[in-house]
């Protein structure tokens, strides 16, 4: 299967200039996520719709835990992270929902498994100001949760185009970025440097 390329959002950026960046960048990426955690429920239904009219197919937008708000809105898929609904409970009421874990360990990314997870996001693989102060796990651990799970894993936490091959190499079905795309001075030109990194 294709290499997966998903971004998301620093949580800090109006959503004009999240809407701006999104319209120029979602051609080249296979998954948007919205994860604004101090956003209500009113709030991020208007983040989707800025998105959706600036081009964003709905078929690409993920929405960090607030299921209710995913299938509201008719979007591709949730995030779920350890305080969300389980997996479990989310694909038996929405089956068709795309439902991804954010996991930390080997034995959360075979529970996401075992709840029917479609895929899972594995972090925080390098050193990253998202998580400051907490020892990066590194690409060992990576290739550790890939070989013990089938559900394709994307890595996360201070990726960078260079390392992709270090994560290829680790078994990872894609990436997740955050900082890279959303705080580069060139948007654009960096998500394109990312899809040439995972094309090489
Ligand atoms: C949102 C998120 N979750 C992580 C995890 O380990 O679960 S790391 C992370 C932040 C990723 O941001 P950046 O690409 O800027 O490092």
Known sequence: MKKQFHVISTGKQ???QFAAIASQIHLY???IHIREKEKTAKELVERI???LSSGVPAEKIIVNDRVDVAVACGVKGAQLAYHSLPAKKVKERFPSLFVG????????AVEAEQGGADYCIFGHVF???CKAGIPPRGVETLAQITSAVRIPVIAI????PSHVPHI?????SGIAVMSGVFLANDPLAQVKSYVQMMQG
């Open 168 to 172: 290829w190499k680790a078994g990872a």
């Open 29 to 31: 990426v296979d998954a």
């Open 127 to 129: 050193p990253t100001e």
């Open 101 to 108: 874990c954010s996991v930390h360990s080997l034995e959360e």
């Open 14 to 16: 109006t959503t004009e």
């Open 157 to 160: 936490g201070g990726i960078q």
């Open 49 to 51: 719709e800025a998105l």
